[in-house]
Each structure stands twice: as C-alpha cells, then as structure tokens.
C-alpha cells in the first residue's frame, strides 16, 4: 500500500514562501501520477496542482497559477509543492494524494479520483 506523508507547514507573513514535501512508501513513487489539495476550514478539499507519473505535465488551479510549482524527485520518493507569494487565502490544511492507478500523461484534481491520502499539512498566512 502506498503511505504518503506531508510536512513543511508552517504560519507564514503575506507574500512569504514554503516549500511543502510529501514523502511516499510502501511504494515506490513512479508508478504515481501526485496530486496536492488543500482544504479551508468550512470549505470542500479543492485539487490545486497535479504532476504526471514523467514530470513532463502539471497541472494548476487558476489561483494558484505562477505562485506554485509542484515538482517529483522519484529517486528520493518525495513530491514537492514550492509556494511563493502566499496570500491569506492560501490558508489550510495541505494534503497530497494519489489514485489507485495511473496513466501515462495523465493526472487529475478531483479528490474523488484520489485512493491514497497523506494527513496533512497546516499552512497559515497571516500578519
């Protein structure tokens, strides 16, 4: 079973930087097109970025678009998510995510394609 674990979450000041991890076992990370959501308090997980099993596709929810980059070191079994220009609204519980099975090319931001999960990662940003 693929184990899939979050960290670098932090409290933060408006237009500051975090780099979070999420680090996979059990196995190896390849095989997995990855997927970061976050979840506000009050509001539905919503899917922000996704990487394909190569690296070669990412996707990005528009609010995030040129403020993150989500990235895969295989070798090292661990997804990135690097967030700049962190706003208050950027608040919330980080999570990254996997599907069952995955297909070349191809990745998706629907929490209800998802069959792993990691726990999570608080992110706050506030003055």
């Known amino acids: 079973q693929l184990r899939l674990k979050e960290s670098g979450g932090s409290s933060v000041q408006p237009g500051g930087s975090l780099r979070l991890s999420c680090v996979a076992s059990?196995?190896?990370?390849?095989?997995?097109?990855m997927t970061w959501f976050r979840q506000a308090p009050g509001k539905e997980r919503e899917g922000i970025s996704c990487?394909?099993?190569?690296?070669?596709?990412?996707k990005y929810v528009e609010s995030v678009k040129g403020r993150f980059t989500i990235s895969r070191d295989d070798a090292g079994e661990t997804v990135y998510l690097q967030m700049n220009g962190l706003r208050p609204e950027d608040s919330a519980v980080y999570y990254c995510?996997?599907?069952?099975?995955?297909?070349?090319?191809?990745?998706?931001?629907?929490?209800?394609?998802?069959?792993?999960w990691g726990e999570g990662t608080p992110v706050t940003v506030s003055s």
């Open positions: 059990g196995y190896h990370l390849e095989y997995y097109a």
């Open positions: 990487i394909t099993t190569n690296g070669d596709n990412v």
């Open positions: 995510a996997a599907p069952e099975f995955s297909w070349r090319g191809q990745c998706d931001m629907s929490p209800s394609d998802m069959f792993f």
